[in-house]
């Protein structure tokens, strides 16, 4: 596939939209967290409960901007900037659900994103 | 790690059903849209439309079942352990495209990357202290 050289303009854009597309998604899993009744609690009021449709609706959200954002980069590219969503994730697991970020979480964090990185190059071919 | 098990187990599993599902509702529905010019068939009219949404509908109501199933699943344990392991919906869909789309070439840097994936959702799914 054959992509045009990008404008600064352009870069600006696919920053800002890589940047809050993987947070909307880290956020859509919050949600959907909010949406889930604790240990035993009644899982049909899931379906009763907003948040369930809101995050499911970021979901959607984030995957449109990831069709978007092919279109203007490879492949190989677009799927290990995605992996920047698990690091809004120990974000905000940290600071709404006040969960400790340990070195083991990181660790396992950056082994994930190394093997997405893998894959990517390994598909990118 | 045993105590972490404990405490995420339910919520590890859920999630990789849910990964698992991610992976195959889409191959479910990529696989119908290859050869189809969207925006031409957008252009033709209701029936095909309606049939397009048909083609796609297996794929999202697979998904649609999978995200009940990760919203179920995000109740048993910390966001920070289990949202990491729908990495795990590149494993599954990397053996669903080897056994559905066997003409499709997987090289070694994925397969490696595969498995390095899988080492880090058993780092971090070991991972809860409390």
């Given at each position: 596939m054959t992509m045009n050289p990008l404008s600064v303009k352009e870069i600006i854009i696919i920053i800002v939209i890589l940047l809050s597309s993987t947070c909307i998604s880290s956020l859509a899993s919050y949600f959907l967290k909010k949406a889930s009744p604790a240990d035993?609690?009644?899982?049909?009021k899931i379906l009763l409960s907003p948040f369930f449709y809101l995050g499911g609706v970021m979901y959607v959200v984030s995957a449109a901007a990831n069709i978007y954002l092919l279109q203007k980069l490879p492949y190989a590219i677009v799927l290990p900037l995605g992996s920047l969503t698990y690091i809004w994730t120990m974000f905000f697991s940290n600071?709404?659900?006040?969960?400790k970020i340990t070195g083991r979480k990181i660790l396992g964090m950056c082994i994930i994103i190394a093997g997405v990185v893998l894959v990517a190059l390994g598909k990118g071919k | 790690m045993i105590e972490s098990l404990k405490k995420n187990g339910k919520g590890i599993i859920l999630l990789l059903i849910s990964a698992f599902s991610l992976a195959l509702g889409q191959l479910l529905w990529k696989k119908p849209l290859e050869n189809v010019d969207i925006p031409l068939v957008l252009a033709s009219g209701f029936s095909g439309i309606w049939s397009l949404f048909l083609k796609v509908l297996p794929g999202f109501i697979v998904y649609a079942i999978g995200a009940v199933v990760m919203t179920i699943g995000l109740g048993y344990g910390e966001l920070s352990v289990l949202q990491?392991?729908?990495?795990?919906s590149y494993v599954f869909a990397l053996i669903l495209s080897a056994i559905f789309v066997p003409t499709e070439s997987i090289s070694v840097i994925t397969v490696i990357g595969v498995f390095v994936v899988i080492a880090g959702v058993i780092v971090i799914g070991g991972s809860s202290k409390k």
């Open positions: 035993g609690g009644n899982k049909i600071r709404l659900l006040g969960e | 990491p392991i729908n990495s795990m």
